[in-house]
């Protein structure tokens, strides 16, 4: 649930127009995700 929150939320930047801070806070998620993947022992 909290992903799909930064998600919306970097949409709702990206629409206002602040496009760098909307792609850092996709890289954000992504990293949240990969990290959320180790844990569960997934490896790349």
Do not use: F, H, W
């Not at 929150?5 to 930047?13: C, D, N, Q, S, Y």
């Not at 909307?22 to 569960?40: F, N, Q, S, V, W």
């Amino acid at each position: 649930a909290a992903l799909c929150e930064m998600a919306a939320t970097a949409k709702e930047t990206a629409a206002s127009g602040d496009y760098p801070r909307a792609i850092a806070m996709i890289l954000d998620a992504t990293k949240e995700i990969r990290k959320a993947l180790r844990l569960m022992g997934v490896k790349q």
